[in-house]
């Protein structure tokens, strides 16, 4: 459990890692380490360079603006977990990082880390994409930004090119009317989890505008599905005006929303669960994670009346 | 005397040494100046299950920069070119085999060690094992309990049928008696693979002094005699020329027990050659695929039995997957085999197992050694009793109860140390009772209403055990008074952090009468107790408590003689307080010698080396008309005993966990969990309590997240910490309610039995029992027949239940 022999470097500026990175086809950026390092170790990957970022200036920050939550390359997910900002304008990435890996392992890992390095298992690429964030990324030749949406290719592999840094993510906040949930079921306290669902429900008055979930660990990549139709029919059908109103979602409408779901979703076996499980977990995390991102936006737009 | 120590839960000294991160372990060891010229150990491991070894290149090794040694088994000779000891032979083991150091001609798992490299470090000692090329060819892997019985490939080509050995015992004629029982029961039960798991693995480091000729091997392991003994028989060195020290260790558990291991053969061989000091340590991976797994049982029950639930006869089968070599003999399935009988006697038993040969990891003793399968297939059992008589599970079992005044008890059959199997002491009904109360047994119908109206499932469950501890041959001590007054104690088993620096200081500060503070305690080093046998089997307290104890009495025993002599009075008027001799009853008042004058005067001297040897040198004691030290005497004062009992001492316990069982996700949750425990008299609670928390901590990884998830080609799927399950803090019980029953043991002096591995024993059967119970109202009939049990098991247990039920 020894890396392969590589060799290192850690630029002091943004543009000198940058040409580390072009100058060696087989150079692999290091943030946090948290799933780099494990790969070395095992000799699972075994780049010729490791361009470390952690000296570079100015990357670390954490900020919030009109358009969200703007999460710089170096800031470590303990920082914005802790930030009470970011839990005000997105709370829906507060409730993700508290179930990202265990308190040590955040200390160290990075958000973009995390967002790169694509991981189908992971909480913070599902709700990126969920929220429609993106990101930005520089190489030697220039920068560009990347949306959630187009970020992710396959099982562990994003859009980035080789010799790209991604050097901040923007996580969208929370809109009028919205209301945020995020559910998972993992063997242990900090796993990646079995089925990890998020929600985001927008309510106007008493109804139902807009549903959109987003999945971890059953399909290839973060997967978002909109289940709005499912809901809205729904609310719509109830028989009187004081039901409509209630404010809870019915068990037909989450489970039709959650059926609708699994057409998206293709949960698999593994060692840790069957596909039947997975898809058990799609059912009832899709049921409690609505219902909760609801009761979210009742409250956050004050009771319907 | 003062205040007495025993039965007090003093702190543990060890503590602050392992809290500061001051422990050292093997890979500590020699770090540092003389480590300077170390070098680091890798092993090529084979990829395959089950191959033949056609060809090994070697030659693109030896030019990479910074290695000195690349061997294989072409290159090993004598003694070490054979293969390694089947430990503990058995008459059934017919079929006994065990692995080369380095793999001959063929290799039988994934993970068999097939080359060994010394290098600079372990960067380049790992680089060079990736450039050894192996030509293989592939045989058909037998993999799984399934495929060893159909036997449609063999493991060994000279042993038919891939059984290993083949052992019966009855006592009695249990098929008669169950053909003739008024109700009959058949189940099959099955028990999957798991493994000790210590966070630290494996390592050695060896140092050949070629002044004087002599070896010196630090090693993490359960015996540092069985290896020194080894090592000299394989490296063909006088045992004198071999020293081994276990420094901490920080875990064993059982794998550690088995030994040599192929590099602690491999590394002092190699420091041997070189002159080099060498080191392996071995890493989480390798832990997972050359180490030892266990518990991995199939058994079939037969039980019969009256209309109060008692049994009438009890059949029971079982296959034994022992991996692909077998160096610790049949242990683990007598264990099970002969402790599934737990605190019960049924009319009439039969046991008959197979020990079968897969192309998968060796299997030693893992903590509980087999008896956490036996206690499955005899708690399932009781329960399917209950079930099926309409009866509460605790009545059936008190039923069958040994009774307290049916001491000792015979079994009638022959237990893992070669003895009978009768057990010293105990009270089955007393601890049932207690556990009863302790986890409101009878309360829990309540319990589960009121959780049914939250809409919530809740399940209660227990199961009971007896565990043979404190197996012989023997342990032994030396206890030495230095003339400071500081009491030197060393005794040759090793320690895995059980607190045995504290329990024997307390054992030998209430014999000899010294604070607790001056006693030191030595374990694990052949220099210090040549004479030892290992820590296994729940036997330190017992074998090696007992044998301090001894060595301690025949301290004082000349402690009182000299100091009667000193003072003119007789030993029987003699105590010690707080390190000093006077006259009984008359502390401070009277003559009085302290212990470093006594341990002065016991040594004539010819040289003072200070102000109070001056005491001892020639002329100012000794009479003159005598020689300084009697015929029948030694100088210096010191102990040294041996403890060797019969047979071994049989504690008990019961445990009761309630658990909630998720209706959508199957998760399970434990709620409360409680244990009543018998390991005879307590030396300090505390460090029992520690045991039994950490054991029931191992079984809750046992019967809810831990396997060893083989796929059908031999590879180990989940050879890390991500994917092999150990429970973390947060999933296991926050609280554990004990309570203690102190039933004596005959059998030593101090009346204590074994309590290292009783809270892992109960556990996958526990589980079970209270998992079961939970699904009852929902899913009635629903049975659990294998553990562990994880939620996507659970729920499609349910949905085939849903289904059956159509
Ligand atoms: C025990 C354990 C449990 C964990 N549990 C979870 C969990 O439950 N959920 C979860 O989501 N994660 C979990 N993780 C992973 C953790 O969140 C990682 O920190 C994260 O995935 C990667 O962030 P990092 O900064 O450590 O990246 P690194 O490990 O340094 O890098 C990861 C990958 O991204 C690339 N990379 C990193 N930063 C950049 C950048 N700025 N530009 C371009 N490429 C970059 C690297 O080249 C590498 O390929 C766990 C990790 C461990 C060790």
């Known amino acids: 459990m020894k890396p392969a022999p590589f060799s290192f470097v850690r630029p002091q500026g943004l543009q000198h890692a940058l040409e580390a990175l072009a100058a060696d086809p087989g150079a692999k950026v290091l943030a946090g380490g948290q799933s780099l390092v494990p790969l070395l170790s095992m000799r699972l990957a075994a780049p010729s360079t490791l361009v470390d970022i952690n000296a570079l200036p100015d990357l670390d920050h954490v900020r919030v603006d009109d358009s969200g939550v703007r999460v710089g390359a170096l800031a470590r997910q303990a920082d914005v977990l802790g930030s009470d900002d970011v839990r005000r304008v997105q709370p829906l990435l507060s409730l993700a990082l508290s179930q990202v890996a265990h308190a040590t392992i955040r200390n160290r890992g990075t958000v973009v880390g995390s967002l790169v390095h694509a991981d189908a298992a992971a909480e913070l690429p599902m709700v990126l994409t969920l929220l429609g964030g993106s990101v930005s990324v520089a190489s030697a030749t220039g920068t560009r930004t990347i949306p959630a949406a187009e970020l992710y290719a396959g099982p562990l592999e994003s859009t980035l090119h080789h010799d790209e840094i991604a050097v901040e993510a923007l996580f969208p906040g929370l809109g009028p009317g919205e209301g945020v949930a995020f559910e998972e079921v993992s063997r242990r306290h900090g796993d990646y989890a079995l089925c990890g669902v998020a929600a985001v429900v927008r309510v106007e008055g008493a109804h139902v505008a807009e549903a959109r979930v987003g999945y971890m660990s059953v399909a290839d990549v973060p997967t978002v599905v909109d289940l709005t139709t499912a809901l809205v029919e729904e609310v719509a059908q109830r028989p009187s005006r004081r039901a409509r109103n209630q404010g809870e979602l019915s068990d037909q409408a989450v489970s039709a929303a959650a059926e609708l779901a699994l057409q998206h979703l293709d949960p698999a076996d593994d060692l840790h669960a069957s596909s039947a499980y997975r898809a058990q977990l799609v059912r009832v995390l899709t049921a409690h994670a609505l219902r909760a991102a609801h009761d979210d936006a009742v409250v956050r737009g004050g009771a319907p009346g | ?806």
Not at chain 2, 378 to 383: A, I, L, P, Q, S
Not at chain 2, 589 to 615: K, M
């Open chain 2, 1 to 806: 005397m003062s205040t007495r120590l025993f039965g007090e839960s003093v702190q543990r000294v060890e503590d602050q040494r392992f809290l500061r991160g001051e422990g050292r372990y093997v890979d500590d060891v020699l770090v540092g100046t003389t480590g300077r010229d170390m070098l680091h150990a890798a092993v090529l491991r084979s990829p395959h299950a089950h191959a033949r070894i056609v060809d090994i290149d070697v030659s693109g090794v030896l030019d990479l920069d910074g290695v000195h040694l690349v061997w294989t088994h072409d290159d090993l000779d004598g003694p070490m070119a054979e293969p390694l000891p089947l430990l503990i032979p058995h008459p059934s083991l017919t079929h006994g085999r065990t692995q080369y150091a380095l793999a001959k001609d063929e290799v039988n798992y994934v993970g068999e060690a097939i080359a060994f490299v010394v290098a600079d470090d372990r960067y380049v000692a790992e680089d060079a094992v990736g450039r050894i090329r192996v030509q293989y060819e592939f045989l058909p892997p037998v993999v799984g309990i399934a495929a060893a019985r159909a036997a449609e490939h063999l493991v060994h080509d000279d042993v038919p049928g891939n059984v290993g050995a083949r052992l019966e015992q009855e006592n009695g004629d249990a098929r008669a008696a169950i053909a003739a029982a008024p109700h009959t029961l058949s189940l099959d039960l099955t028990v999957e693979r798991s493994a000790s798991t210590p966070l630290e693995g494996r390592g050695t480091v060896a140092r050949w002094d070629p002044d004087i000729g002599r070896l010196t091997v630090w090693t993490s392991t359960q015996t540092s005699t069985g290896v020194r003994a080894a090592l000299a028989a394989k490296l063909g060195l006088d045992l004198g020329r071999v020293d081994v020290v276990t420094p901490d260790v920080g875990g064993g558990f059982g794998v550690k027990i088995n030994h040599p291991w192929p590099e602690e053969l491999l590394v002092p061989a190699a420091a041997r050659l070189l002159g080099r000091v060498v080191k392996f340590t071995e890493d989480r991976r390798e832990h997972f695929i050359s180490s030892a797994h266990e518990r991995g049982q199939v058994h079939h029950v037969e039980v019969g039995f009256d209309d109060e639930g008692r049994v009438l006869g009890l059949n029971v089968e079982f296959w034994h997957d022992h991996g692909a070599y077998t160096p610790y003999g049949l242990i683990t399935p007598i264990v099970t085999s002969t402790q599934l009988l737990g605190p019960y006697k049924p009319g009439a038993y039969r046991v008959v197992f197979e020990s079968l040969y897969t192309n998968t990891v060796m299997v030693t003793p893992y903590r509980g050694a087999g008896r956490p399968q036996g206690c499955f297939v005899m708690e399932r059992t009781m329960d399917a009793i209950a079930a099926a008589l309409g009866k509460d599970r605790t009545e059936v079992r008190a039923v069958n109860f040994i009774q307290p005044d049916e001491f000792p008890y015979d079994q009638g059959l022959i237990f893992q140390d070669g003895r009978e199997l009768e057990y010293d002491s105990g009270d089955y009904p007393a601890s049932l009772q207690r556990l009863k109360d302790l986890v409101g047994w009878d309360d829990f119908p309540k319990l589960r209403e009121e959780m049914a109206r939250e809409g919530r499932t809740v399940g209660i469950g227990l199961a009971c055990y007896v565990e043979g501890t404190g197996v012989g041959p023997y342990e032994g001590a030396h206890v030495h008074i230095e003339t400071s007054g500081k009491v030197k104690v060393a005794t040759g088993l090793t320690t895995q952090g059980q607190g045995h620096a504290t329990v024997f200081a307390q054992v030998v500060a209430d014999v000899l009468g010294v604070p607790f503070e001056d006693v030191d305690v030595v374990t694990g080093d052949t220099r210090r107790m040549p004479y030892a046998v290992g820590t296994f089997a729940s036997r330190s307290a017992v074998m090696s408590g007992s044998a301090v104890h001894l060595a301690a009495l025949r301290a004082r025993e000349k402690v009182l003689r000299i100091a009667a002599d000193a003072l003119e009075a007789s030993e029987e008027d003699l105590e010690i307080v707080d390190g000093v001799v006077s006259v009984k009853g008359a502390p401070g008042s009277g003559a009085s010698i302290d212990l470093r004058t006594v341990a002065v005067l016991s040594n004539p001297l010819r040289y003072a080396f200070d102000e109070a040897s001056q005491a001892a040198t020639q002329f100012s004691v000794g009479d003159p008309g005598k020689p300084p030290v009697a015929e029948d005497d030694e100088p210096g004062l010191e102990g040294r005993d041996f403890y060797s009992p019969q047979r071994s001492t049989y504690a008990s316990g019961m445990h009761a966990v309630i658990v909630e069982t998720d209706p959508e996700t199957a998760e399970i949750k434990i709620l409360k969990y409680a244990v009543v425990h018998d390991c005879g008299r307590l030396i300090n609670p505390m460090i029992v309590e520690g045991q039994i928390q950490g054991g029931v901590a191992q079984g809750v990884g046992g019967a809810l997240y831990e396997r060893m998830a083989y796929d059908e080609s031999g590879q180990l799927l989940n050879a890390s910490f991500m994917d092999f399950l150990m429970p973390y803090v947060t999933e296991v019980p926050e609280r554990i309610d004990i309570d203690h029953l102190e039933t004596p043991s005959p059998l030593n002096p101090l009346g204590v039995k074994g309590a290292g591995e009783a809270g892992v024993i109960p556990s996958a059967a526990v589980f079970a029992s209270a998992i079961e119970d939970a699904e009852g109202p929902s899913h009635p009939g629903l049975v659990i027949t294998a553990m562990p049990i994880s939620p996507s098991e659970l729920f499609h247990l349910r949905q085939v239940h849903t289904e059956e039920s159509r």
